[in-house]
């Protein structure tokens, strides 16, 4: 699993997108980040501030984007990514449609 402080979400699907970042604690439990990257269009990004400055723990089991096309799909990033105070960035893209092909996939 890649180790990464910050992440990226570019928005390449057929919808207005916006994104929180969740992560499995230790008891088993995603937990969802109160930070929200707002709303944004198709073509272009947005990246987090560092993991731990919005509530990840350094103990978190997986890391991941929990994503929504406005009026349409929610869901998770895959694959996850694990937490580090590394300065690395992880980054996913939004695809598909509000309603078909919704996904939110790590490219790098």
Not at 3 to 15: F, H, P, R, W
Not at 49 to 59: M, Q, W, Y
Not at 88 to 104: K, L, N, R, S
């Amino acid at each position: 699993m890649r180790a990464v402080q910050k992440i990226t979400v570019i928005n390449k699907g057929g919808y207005v997108f916006n994104y929180s970042v969740q992560w499995l604690g230790s008891d088993g439990r995603w937990v969802t980040s109160t930070w929200n990257s707002g709303n944004y269009p198709v073509a272009q990004s947005v990246t987090t501030p560092p993991l731990e400055t919005i509530g990840v723990p350094a103990d978190a089991l997986a890391v991941t984007v929990y994503g929504h096309a406005v009026l349409g799909s929610s869901g998770q990033g895959t694959p996850f990514v694990a937490y580090a105070a590394n300065d690395q960035i992880a980054t996913y893209e939004a695809v598909g449609t509000t309603i078909i092909g919704f996904a939110i996939n790590l490219i790098e």
